[in-house]
């Protein structure tokens, strides 16, 4: 198999090459800080859902978002690779950097961004598309192969590292849509890892799931903070406290406390993230 590790600096894009030699700088230093939120303000129209949230997201490791259903995970979530740019009532005030650079800022764009920062949902949403063509597309549209060759190399690769390629090697052809929903899962983040993200962002990825197939995600998730800075919202404690190092708990539109997960969990400090620990509501 090969080793070729799919990046946007092959892109040819000058914009693009300058944000990854900014990541490439700080690419080994786990721990560090990967993202940093500054008074994270968000409306969706006259409504405000989040409240000055600032927050420093580690590199190589797993943060877990968790919090009561409307607390604002979500759409703190979707703040950090622009999503909600989608929504047309939705307003972001304040600083989110990526490896120091303002993610908000002109000169960057939305599409290339949201490579770098990938994102899975709560439902899988594989493409109605082969399992070929689910990894392939992105490759394909930002230009990261250069041939048929390298880009079943990176294909390959891919679903190898999102632990799915032994189960769909003889059926690439095949849709998609007709695996497991555990499966879609492992695809839909393969076709994440294959445009060679920094990032990866997950909205309850296993809250469709059995337990079986929440299993594979999770132990997924755990090799691949390896190579990623990864968040997950979860509304299962027992989820957070397994996948991730780090914690921060949303209530009512406002970051309560963040931390090593251990800490949150055995020692909180607030005593809304007491009550919400140990199922007093939520
Ligand atoms: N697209 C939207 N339009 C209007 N309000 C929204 C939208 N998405 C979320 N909200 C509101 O923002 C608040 C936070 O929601 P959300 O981020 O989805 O919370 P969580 O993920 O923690 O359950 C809630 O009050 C929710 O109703
Ligand atoms: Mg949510």
Redesign the pocket.
């Known amino acids: 198999m090969t080793t070729y590790r799919p990046s946007l600096a092959n892109s040819g894009n000058s914009m693009t090459s300058s944000i990854l030699g900014h990541a490439h700088l700080s690419a080994d230093k786990a721990g560090s800080t990967k993202i940093h939120a500054d008074k994270v303000n968000v409306f969706?129209g006259e409504?405000q859902?989040l409240f000055d949230v600032s927050l420093d997201i580690s590199q190589k490791a797993v943060t877990s978002f968790i919090?009561p259903?409307?607390?604002?995970?979500?759409?703190f979530l979707r703040c950090i690779n622009r999503m909600n740019d989608t929504?047309p009532?939705?307003k972001v005030e304040g600083t989110i950097e990526i490896d120091g650079q303002d993610i908000n800022t002109r000169s960057i764009d939305p599409v290339v961004l949201r490579a770098r920062v990938g994102m899975v949902f709560q439902k899988p949403n594989p493409f109605p598309k082969s399992i070929y063509e689910n990894v392939a597309y992105g490759p394909r549209i930002h230009g990261l192969a250069t041939g048929k060759d390298e880009l079943d190399a990176i294909v390959e690769s891919s679903l190898r590292r999102a632990g799915l390629w032994d189960e769909v090697a003889d059926r690439l052809l095949q849709p998609g849509t007709g695996l497991s929903g555990g499966q879609q899962q492992r695809l839909v983040i393969a076709r994440a890892i294959a445009v060679g993200p920094e990032v990866i962002l997950m909205d309850e990825p296993c809250s469709a799931l059995d337990p079986i197939a929440t299993a594979k995600i999770e132990e997924l998730i755990d090799e691949l903070r390896e190579q990623f800075c990864i968040v997950i919202?979860t509304h299962s404690m027992a989820q957070a406290a397994r996948v991730s190092q780090r914690t921060a708990f949303?209530h009512m539109?406002r970051l309560v406390e963040s931390g090593p997960t251990d800490e949150i969990f055995t020692n909180p400090k607030d005593t809304r993230t007491q009550d919400y620990i140990t199922g007093r509501f939520g």
Request: glycine share 24%; charged share 10%; with cysteine.
């Open positions: 969706y409504k859902a919090g259903s409307g607390c604002g995970k979500s759409t929504i009532i939705c919202v949303f539109g």
